[in-house]
Every structure is written in structure tokens, then in C-alpha cells.
């Protein structure tokens, strides 16, 4: 796993049972850049809970164009 998105859960109802089930999933983009989602359970979830990424989108100053930023040392991927 290479970037984590994001980390949320989705309630699971089995039929005839009052009991809801969270069911915890993690979005990340893999070492190839592909969007996945996997299923994984509670504490792994909280462990890439920890892990995420978060991005903030700057500015490049010298071709003025928009990019996520995650930290200081993210050099523009337009103009690298
Ligand atoms: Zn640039």
C-alpha cells in the first residue's frame, strides 16, 4: 500500500438478526497507481487510520498550476 485515501466503515445487516456488523475498508492508490479498496478489520484500520496521507493542493510557482501537496519536499509533477 502506497498511499492510503481514506479509512471508513459500512454497516452489514444479515437478515433476520437485529445484530449490525461494521464492516471497516481502507482506499488507497497501490505501487502501480491504481485506485483499491480492501476490506480489513478493526484494528487494521485503525493502524492505516494513523497512515494516511493527507494533501493539501498548492500551487507550483513556476508553471501556476494546482497539485496535492503532502509534504514540504513534494516537487511540482509538471515541471519537475
Ligand atoms: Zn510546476
Request: proline letters at 2%; one cysteine or more; hydrophobic letters at 30%.
Amino acid at each position: 500500500m502506497d498511499q492510503i485515501i481514506s479509512v471508513s466503515h459500512k454497516y452489514y445487516r444479515k437478515e433476520h438478526s437485529n445484530n449490525a456488523k461494521k464492516h471497516w475498508f481502507v482506499y488507497f492508490y497501490d505501487a502501480f497507481g491504481l485506485f483499491r479498496v480492501k476490506r480489513c478489520n478493526k484494528l487494521q484500520a485503525l493502524y492505516y487510520k494513523t497512515r494516511i496521507k493527507k494533501g493539501v493542493t498548492g500551487i507550483c510557482p513556476n508553471c501556476l498550476k494546482k497539485f496535492t501537496v503532502y509534504d514540504k519536499n513534494t516537487i511540482c509533477p509538471f515541471c519537475k
